[in-house]
């Protein structure tokens, strides 16, 4: 039996956050947040499943391109999401980003091309 790969989410708006989780988890991944700052979400980041990170790019307290670059670095593929037309990635342009509000089928457009889709078991 293989585990369920898990997705980061992170975003400040508790309401939209919860609407990402429920987007994510009806696509059959585990979800992990979602986390409103920056350090709780790189607390997240030794998940032994996590696979994919959707990260709004303007926190509350902060940003979230220091999880970002922390991903780059683990090779953990990620995306973008924001409700602001302009955005600073400050080293990440080749990164896509999803303009707020997300549907579910752009969400799992980005994910899909970043990794497999969960199997049925």
Do not use: C, W
């Not at 920056?38 to 998940?47: G, N, P």
Request: charged share 15%; hydrophobic share 45%; no cysteine.
């Amino acid at each position: 039996m293989t585990s369920t790969q898990a997705i980061l989410t992170v975003e400040d708006a508790f309401l939209v956050g919860l609407q990402l989780k429920r987007d994510v988890e009806s696509l059959g991944y585990e979800v992990l947040g979602p986390a409103p700052t920056a350090k709780a979400a790189l607390a997240l980041l030794d998940h032994p499943n996590l696979a994919f990170a959707i990260l709004d790019i303007n926190l509350g307290e902060g940003n979230s391109i220091t999880v970002a670059k922390a991903l780059q670095d683990r090779d953990i593929p990620f995306v973008f999401i924001t409700g602001y037309q302009s955005v600073d990635v400050a080293g990440l342009e080749h990164a896509e980003v999803i303009r707020k509000p997300a549907s579910a089928a752009q969400i799992l457009s980005a994910i899909t091309k970043a990794i497999p889709p969960p199997t049925s078991s």
